[in-house]
């Protein structure tokens, strides 16, 4: 058996020190990871009416609010027929599916609520 020498003791005190470096480092860049990948899109779902449409029919405030609405937006009446844009006034009792991306909300489905009586 070999005996433990003054070489073995600093090559082990070299060792202890640099772990927690290499700890740190480990820790840091998978928690940066993680919340680039794995953290799941905020949603959110509510109803209410229409309180502001954009000239441009790009944005609309719905209990205070402000939602996009891109190009993949589905706009459709509670009956899921495809409506227009155009189709969205202010007063318009509406339900919104939509999602955080980039620190707004960005609709992906939105029903116009239309009163067809009794």
Avoid: C
Avoid at 56 to 70: A, L
Avoid at 80 to 105: C, P, Y
Wanted: glycine share 4%.
């Amino acid at each position: 058996m070999r005996q433990f020498d003054k070489e073995d003791d600093m090559n082990l005190k070299k060792f202890a020190g640099l772990m927690p470096i290499v700890l740190l480092i480990n820790i840091l860049f998978y928690n940066i990871g993680q919340t680039q990948t794995n953290r799941p899109d905020e949603s959110i779902f509510l109803s209410g009416p229409v309180k502001e449409v954009s000239w441009d029919r790009k944005t609309i405030v719905v209990n205070e609010r402000k939602f996009h609405i891109s190009r993949d937006t589905l706009v459709v009446d509670q009956d899921d027929n495809k409506l227009k844009l155009e189709d969205i006034k202010q007063d318009a009792n509406v339900a919104i599916d939509a999602i955080r991306q980039s620190g707004t909300f960005v609709i992906k489905k939105m029903v116009i609520i239309v009163n067809k009586g009794l």
